[in-house]
């Protein structure tokens, strides 16, 4: 038996991403584990206070959203399999396309740099807020288009190109895609809710913290690498994110930003302000050219393309070996 039904699967599921994203009518997973985690975490801390109590609590809360995530997913699968396996198809494929997020990531781009373009900076400053942490208030034109190319480039990592990678490992393996997708789905909400250094999350959050930065790690440098192989000058995207990249306090995002921003032969990186404290970080990338909307849309077709690819490979794979399960 081949894996056609997980190439399958993993197609639509592409399809679906493409075509419909994430209707905001829908109950999305992520908004189940972000529930799931802000309830946990206003229990612990209301009651505990020493720091091993907290990092200890952050342990359980991790390993519970994870596994608790990537079984509900499977058991849905299962549930609608029994079915039928059209139902079952069906229900996988949906699961599967909600760990994508680049229709998602598009439109939030595309929603600031529409009045970017006609020069109300205002309404981009207002519709920037829905997706950055960073203050916005006072940002220029030139910042609010740095923030964009930032946001859409780090998150191309961890929002698209790490939950396709452990899809179609999940794929090759008889647990399947969605259980693995879903769980690194899990570790990315936990790091965005809670992985931060600042209190009261400092030790509560270490946990989910490490754990997105270790499943991200791999997917995140053969994202770099396919991006500079995409380049056409693959030494000198490696060697600038070589050069660059380890300075940034992300082991991660950094490597991320400064592909795009080698390929771009832009710079990014800089001040940015939160919560009116200035915060620097390190400059990403040779300032060879302004950032401009037509980049970010570059960024986001490299994006696409990369996914493609990753996707073509995987499907070639998959139809060309045995499932690991059969007899």
Not at 173 to 191: F, M, N, Q, R
Not at 206 to 218: K, V, Y
Request: with cysteine; proline share 6%; glycine share 10%.
């Amino acid at each position: 038996m081949l894996f056609n039904h997980a190439a399958w699967v993993l197609a639509i599921a592409a399809l679906i991403d493409y075509g419909i994203g994430d209707p905001k009518q829908w109950l999305h997973p992520v908004q189940v584990m972000g529930w799931g985690i802000n309830v946990y975490t206003r229990f612990v801390l209301k009651r505990l206070a020493h720091p091993l109590s907290l990092k200890g609590a952050g342990v359980v809360l991790a390993i519970a959203i994870v596994l608790c995530s990537g079984a509900i997913g499977w058991g849905m699968v299962w549930a609608a399999t029994v079915i039928h396996p059209v139902v079952g198809g069906a229900i996988e494929s949906s699961l599967l396309a909600s760990c994508f997020a680049g229709r998602s990531l598009r439109a939030a781009a595309t929603d600031v740099l529409q009045p970017l373009q006609t020069g109300d900076l205002a309404t981009a400053r207002l519709r920037l807020r829905q997706y950055v942490g960073r203050d916005t208030e006072q940002l220029s034109e030139s910042e609010l288009l740095r923030a964009v190319l930032e946001t859409v480039t780090e998150n191309a990592t961890d929002g698209v190109m790490a939950p396709l990678f452990w899809a179609i490992v999940g794929a090759m393996l008889p647990i399947g895609s969605v259980p693995l997708a879903l769980a690194y789905k899990a570790v990315s909400t936990l790091d965005s809710t809670v992985g931060y250094k600042e209190a009261p999350y400092t030790d509560l959050g270490w946990c989910s913290a490490r754990l997105e930065d270790g499943l991200t790690w791999i997917p995140c440098r053969l994202t770099v690498l396919t991006l500079a192989g995409l380049s056409g000058r693959p030494r000198y995207v490696w060697g600038l994110c070589r050069r660059d990249a380890p300075q940034d306090p992300s082991p991660n995002a950094g490597w991320s930003e400064c592909a795009y921003a080698a390929i771009l032969e832009v710079q990014v990186g800089g001040t940015n302000w939160y919560r009116g404290v200035a915060k620097r970080k390190p400059l990403l990338g040779d300032p060879l050219q302004p950032i401009t909307a037509q980049q970010i849309n570059q960024a986001m077709n490299l994006t696409r393309t990369s996914f493609l690819l990753w996707l073509g490979i995987a499907m070639v794979m998959m139809h060309g070996l045995p499932v690991l399960s059969a007899a």
